[in-house]
């Protein structure tokens, strides 16, 4: 299966320890935009990055949170000292092009995260 | 700031029963998707519609966008409990991330 991977699938964590998020994108894409969503919310976008770019972050809070794509391995999602507020499902989505006339993407199966 | 709105937010029918679902905004997009959602998964792309006007046929399913490439409208013809899901849509065009509505959630009953 070729398609976008993320793992874990699922991730409880304890108020103030650390989330790392990994995804895998398709496949030769080089492009990878994350997302967070909340239960009956549509999908907020967080940031967008090429190999070792952060290109656009507009959507990540400014504290606690990073990401980072590197020239080998997964893209990974970092959440510091999480609290409540952290818990939704993270998606990932991947794309073999970078802004064009078809924004299209695909995502990753998720993974959701429960801070207790 | 584009937005797009989308209509019904929620949408419960019985197996057999045709649906329509809408996509509106007030801005022009290069390009709009629709992807469905299954509980627990991500979504899926379904189409990807580029010319106003443009119709999109996949099996039961019809897209169609409009004229001014502002709105879009999903037609599901026999719903099948197969279809249950969140259907969401996403218009791309004037920066690097696409636009997604806050989807509407359809459960078709057997």
């Known amino acids: 299966n070729a398609g976008v991977m993320q793992n874990p699938r699922h991730l409880v964590r304890r108020r103030g320890q650390e989330a790392r998020l990994r995804c895998s994108p398709m496949?030769?894409?080089?492009?990878v935009y994350w997302y967070r969503q909340l239960p009956e919310e549509g999908l907020k976008f967080m940031v967008y990055l090429q190999k070792e770019n952060i290109i656009d972050e507009s959507g990540m809070p400014k504290e606690r949170f990073s990401a980072e794509f590197p020239k080998e391995g997964p893209s990974i999602l970092r959440i510091q000292q999480v609290v409540r507020g952290d818990s939704a499902a993270y998606f990932c989505?991947?794309?073999?092009?970078?802004?064009?006339?078809?924004?299209?993407?695909?995502f990753g199966p998720g993974t959701r995260l429960t801070v207790t | 700031t584009q937005l797009l709105e989308q209509s019904p937010q929620f949408l419960s029918i019985q197996e057999g029963e045709n649906l329509t679902v809408y996509c509106n905004s007030s801005?022009?997009?290069?390009?709009l998707q629709w992807y469905r959602q299954e509980p627990g998964e991500g979504p899926v792309l379904l189409v990807t519609v580029v010319t106003g006007g443009e119709v999109k046929k996949l099996k039961r399913l019809t897209f169609q966008f409009g004229d001014a490439r502002k709105d879009s409208s999903l037609h599901i013809t026999a719903a099948q409990p197969g279809d249950t899901g969140l259907y969401l849509c996403a218009g791309g065009g004037g920066s690097y991330i696409p636009t997604f509505g806050r989807g509407t959630s359809l459960i078709v009953h057997p």
């Open positions: 801005s022009v997009f290069s390009s």
């Open positions: 989505a991947s794309s073999s092009v970078g802004p064009s006339v078809i924004y299209e993407q695909y």
């Open positions: 496949k030769g894409h080089s492009h």
